[in-house]
């Protein structure tokens, strides 16, 4: 019988240790997102298609721009 946990568990020790990420502001962008679609969609009474870009500001930032039209 072969064991997978053979020799691991110290790296999986180490694994279940770390910090857990704070996902909150990207959930909440996520949120942001489907409401603005939701209200193009309401507004051009059908699909929409939307084009994405995204840069960097001063601050170093994620700056993401998206530019929702009629489809």
Do not use: C, H, Q, W
């Not at 699909?47 to 994620?62: F, H, P, Q, Y």
């Amino acid at each position: 019988m072969i064991s997978f946990m053979a020799d691991d568990s110290a790296a999986i020790k180490a694994l279940l240790e770390m910090p857990r990420r704070d996902n909150s502001a990207y959930l909440e962008t996520l949120r942001l997102v489907k409401e603005a679609f939701a209200e193009a969609e309401a507004e051009f009474g059908g699909k929409v298609i939307a084009t994405t870009d995204s840069a960097r500001d001063e601050a170093g930032n994620i700056v993401i721009m998206t530019v929702i039209r009629p489809a």
